[in-house]
């Protein structure tokens, strides 16, 4: 499994982006999903999960009620939708793959096996 996440980029504060990431070489059926971001001199930090059928998700504090994860099993395809960004959402954004497909697993942790490149998203006015 390969992931690659696209979307990112700079926007205002108040402003909306649509992360994605797009799995290749295995099915995402088989994976629960993790969304993480990680600021300059900050730990990297929990932002979203998805299990593998969508019954089960979940968000950090900050985002809750301004992001939106969804999950497209047939087009192999995770999104983030994130409105009302702050500049405290700045950061580079990651997405991983667990096979543990059936949680929602928050935290960072070694069940995450597989990982993306990353992409940088900047709030900034």
């Known amino acids: 499994l390969q992931l690659v996440e696209s979307g990112g980029g700079s926007v205002q504060p108040g402003g909306s982006l649509r992360l994605t990431c797009a799995a290749s070489?295995?099915?995402?059926?088989?994976?629960?999903i993790g969304w993480f971001r990680q600021a300059p001199g900050k730990e990297r930090e929990g932002v979203s999960c998805?299990?593998?059928?969508?019954?089960?998700?979940n968000y950090t504090d900050s985002v809750k009620g301004r992001f939106t994860i969804s999950r497209d099993n047939a087009k192999n395809t995770i999104f983030l939708q994130m409105s009302g960004l702050k500049p405290e959402d700045t950061a580079v954004y990651y997405c991983?793959?667990?096979?543990?497909?059936?949680?929602?697993?928050?935290?960072?942790?070694?069940?995450?096996?597989?990982w993306g490149q990353g992409i940088p998203v900047t709030v900034s006015s």
């Open positions: 998805i299990n593998y059928s969508s019954d089960k998700a």
């Open positions: 991983a793959a667990t096979a543990l497909r059936s949680l929602c697993i928050m935290r960072p942790t070694p069940v995450y096996t597989v």
């Open positions: 070489g295995d099915g995402l059926i088989y994976y629960g």
